[in-house]
């Protein structure tokens, strides 16, 4: 079992940034690869990013890409998603979740999850 724990999200104008922290504990961190989705109401969950279990391979979504960032400290078991430039499009809850190895963009492939931190963004 991996339990996932996010941080730091919060209210923000448009243009702005936050820097979101997925800690992980439970079974080695290392071993798994990281998503970032996310969840705006009415809407179905979107992809935002993975990164693999070593951070050497990211993918993004189109949307997000070139504004957000993803990286992962596995000597602190902890995965970070830094968004700059923030829209009011990007307000949702966002998630991180683990699996295995290799990421996905199927949150299906994906069997742990943390609880969600909102993001609202401000226009």
């Known amino acids: 079992q991996v339990q996932l724990v996010e941080s730091g999200g919060g209210l923000v104008q448009a243009g702005g940034s936050l820097r979101l922290s997925c800690a992980a504990s439970g079974r080695t961190f290392v071993g798994y690869a990281m998503g970032w989705f996310r969840q705006a109401p009415g809407k179905e969950r979107e992809f935002v990013v993975g990164?693999?279990?070593?951070?050497?391979?990211?993918y993004y979504a189109d949307s997000v890409k070139g504004r957000f960032t993803i990286s992962r400290d596995n000597a602190k078991d902890t995965a970070f998603l830094q968004m700059n430039s923030l829209k009011p499009e990007d307000t949702a809850v966002y998630s991180c979740?683990?699996?295995?190895?290799?990421?996905?963009?199927?949150?299906?492939?994906?069997?742990?999850w943390g609880q969600g931190t909102q993001v609202t963004v401000s226009s």
């Open positions: 979740a683990a699996r295995p190895l290799t990421y996905s963009n199927r949150w299906v492939d994906y069997a742990y």
């Open positions: 990164i693999s279990w070593s951070g050497g391979n990211t």
